[in-house]
């Protein structure tokens, strides 16, 4: 995705802790860490993008669903607990869309980087979480327009498109 919003909400809510974390993790300092972070968030905007591109009509309304799902209020007591690939059981259709695409983007990452596709998976299971959130947060803001310019999913030929193109591709904040 051309966008870089995202990768710098993603960046920022990952906080310096975890950053810090990462860059241990891959044996860097904290603009290679970052540079990997933001190679991440790109690799899950496109591979979302991509499942959406390729999919059938109930795969489309699988991508609207896990959207919609991200938009809703935060689950509440035990279904918030547990553990799993960076903590994401319980997140819903969107936290399985995003943990079936770790391995791929690892793996793209990795390629890209040169990194060992280890430790590009330890650092992706460190910023997952914080990508759910990045969604989650702007899906919500695309269904509560408090963001300028936020049209319905829907219309003509590119609702899908549309969709992503406001939450991954940046719609206005």
Do not use: C
Not at 43 to 49: C, D, E, P, R, S
Not at 123 to 139: G, H, N, Q, Y
């Amino acid at each position: 995705m051309a966008d870089n919003s995202f990768q710098k909400d993603v960046l920022a809510e990952l906080g310096d802790d975890r950053l810090g974390e990462i860059a241990e993790v891959l044996g860097t300092d904290t603009a290679g860490a970052q540079s990997v972070v933001a190679s991440t968030a790109d690799a899950f905007a496109g591979g979302i993008a991509e499942k959406a591109e390729a999919a059938t009509p109930e795969e489309a309304d699988e991508v609207r669903a896990a959207f919609a799902e991200a938009s809703e209020p935060p689950l509440q007591g035990v279904a918030t607990l547990g553990g799993g690939l960076g903590g994401l059981v319980g997140g819903g259709m969107m936290a399985g869309m995003l943990g079936k695409l770790a391995k791929p983007v690892a793996n793209a990452v990795a390629r890209k980087t040169g990194l060992p596709a280890a430790s590009v998976t330890r650092a992706i299971e460190i910023a997952l979480p914080v990508v759910l959130a990045v969604v989650t947060k702007r899906a919500t803001e695309r269904k509560n327009p408090g963001t300028a310019g936020a049209a319905p999913a829907g219309g003509t030929g590119g609702g899908l498109g549309d969709l992503l193109g406001q939450v991954l591709g940046g719609g206005k904040k």
